[in-house]
T-cell receptor, first 112, second 113 residues
Framework: DAKTTQPTSMDCAEGRAANLPCNHSTISGNEYVYWYRQIHSQGPQYIIHGLKNNETNEMASLIITEDRKSSTLILPHATLRDTAVYYCIVSGANFGNEKLTFGTGTRLTIIP | NAGVTQTPKFQVLKTGQSMTLQCAQDMNHEYMSWYRQDPGMGLRLIHYSVGAGITDQGEVPNGYNVSRSTTEDFPLRLLSAAPSQTSVYFC????????????FGDGTRLSIL
């Protein structure tokens, strides 16, 4: 399974875009990049996922580099409610959710 | 839709007691799983199920049993509680096993004295 590397913590000013990086240099061609977040010990919440192309939904945008070795999650207008731990996870097309590995993620703090 | 519902939200047990953590989902999801999360750590998979009647072990299965008699329910049983099982337990479900986002419950906070 491809491993991911994320910064331990980040701060972002309220109202600004929060850009969370993730390195997955050993990712293979059929592995997806998933992002989840966990707000104050609640259950993790799915945000977005992608394979090659950039993706956008109502919560965030996901930018995957052309070589797919890294990605960035973008929260376009961060609010205080976006303070959470964000997990970047790589998941293969040939195995299931039982292979997902939730590391320690990035603790994002939104500053008023 | 209620999503994934876990009960109880909090529980305190004595060493050696047994109990069942309940998990139910109303989204007709085939895949369900149980995780534990210890302080400052990520989630670790305990057991999972790809459909009614089918279960398998995850990363940390010892001390826990599961069964899946219906699509909706996936209870987790602690056979003889130990202090090392003090943790927050999360149940999750997804439409399928592959390339499907998981939906998580709010967790059960369990303390073993």
């Amino acid at each position: 399974d491809a491993k991911t590397t994320q910064p331990t913590s980040m701060d972002c000013a309220e109202g600004r875009a929060a850009n969370l990086p993730c390195n997955h240099s050993t990712i293979s061609g059929n592995e997806y990049v998933y992002w989840y977040r966990q707000i104050h010990s609640q259950g993790p919440q799915y945000i977005i996922h992608g394979l090659k192309n950039n993706e956008t939904n109502e919560m965030a945008s996901l930018i995957i580099t052309e070589d797919r070795k890294s990605s960035t999650l973008i929260l376009p207008h961060a609010t205080l409610r976006d303070t959470a731990v964000y997990y970047c996870i790589v998941s293969g097309a040939n195995f299931g959710n039982e292979k997902l590995t939730f590391g320690t993620g990035t603790r994002l703090t939104i500053i008023p | 839709n209620a999503g994934v519902t876990q009960t109880p939200k909090f529980q305190v047990l004595k060493t050696g007691q047994s109990m069942t953590l309940q998990c139910a989902q109303d989204m007709n999801h085939e895949y369900m799983s149980w995780y534990r999360q210890d302080p400052g750590m990520g989630l670790r998979l305990i057991h999972y199920s790809v459909g009614a009647g089918i279960t398998d072990q995850g990363e940390v299965p010892n001390g826990y049993n599961v069964s899946r008699s219906t699509t909706e329910d996936f209870p987790l049983r602690l056979l003889s509680a130990a202090p090392s099982q003090t943790s927050v337990y999360f149940c999750a479900s997804s439409f399928g096993r592959r390339n499907q986002p998981q939906h998580f419950g709010d967790g059960t906070r369990l303390s073993i004295l």
